[in-house]
């Protein structure tokens, strides 16, 4: 038996006593959609590409919701009108500094101007403050319009292969459809339903034996249980079991069957 996930070839494939056949899947196979609608206006991989976590798969007709993006950011970043604002405030702090001083030092300004130059100077300070806020609230609905335009962007969440391309260019996509499926085969798992009384020595991190047929060949490979169920199924009586073994070699074509390799019971097992 090869070590390390090593593939061992060992003659032909044949249900034996001590073995029980189980079928192999990818770790990873999801299908992918938008939460949005819209006409697909790229499609930038093929079915079988590789791809890397973060690529671009496929992007809707965005052109409607980049505008919208672009002009709230304009808005957002446009400081004319508060650098108006500032200058308004400045301009009458002046004036209400200015009145305030003649009114103590040379009676020469009345209270009745004194309270008009401070009141404009309290409306120009709240006027810059709103329009401040203003601001600020524009970015973050300029922000919103760009979450609305990533939207429509379908991103790859893992590395993996394109093995299904739903829809073609063109093609109005719903919200929630399936448009494209990725399985990661790099690691695969072995999925076996076994009776309770040959399942007692897997328990999770336990090693053990695969067998693979392959053009009349088998090979053998090493695989770790990583889930072992708590729970018997009540009209079957079989207990589910869960093996990951490597396969970055891609020798194993996922989705056949493959023989796990019993492990002997121990003493302890069987009582």
Known sequence: MGEGGTTVWAGSLASSAGRVVC????????????AVAGDIAKILVQEGQSVGKGD?????????????????????NSPVEVN????????TLKLMERAKNLARTTGSVSQEDVDKATTDYQLANAERLRLENEKKLQALDAGRAKLDL????????MEGAVVRL???????????????????TRIGVLTCSIEHKSSQGL???KEVTIHFP???ETMQKNGVVVFASPLQDAASSLREIKIEFDNKDGIILLGSSGELELPMPTKLDQK
């Open 23 to 34: 079928l192999s899947q990818p770790r990873h196979d999801i299908t992918l959609s938008l």
């Open 214 to 216: 392959t053009l009349g």
């Open 150 to 157: 990533e939207k429509r962007k379908l991103l790859s969440p």
């Open 56 to 76: 671009l798969l496929l992007q809707l007709d965005d052109r409607q919701e980049l505008l919208e993006y672009q002009r709230r950011e304009l808005l957002a």
């Open 84 to 91: 108006a604002a500032k200058n308004r405030e400045a301009n």
């Open 166 to 184: 739903f829809l073609d260019e063109g093609a109005t996509a719903l919200a929630n459809q399936p448009l494209v499926r990725l399985v990661d």
């Open 203 to 205: 328990t999770k991190g």
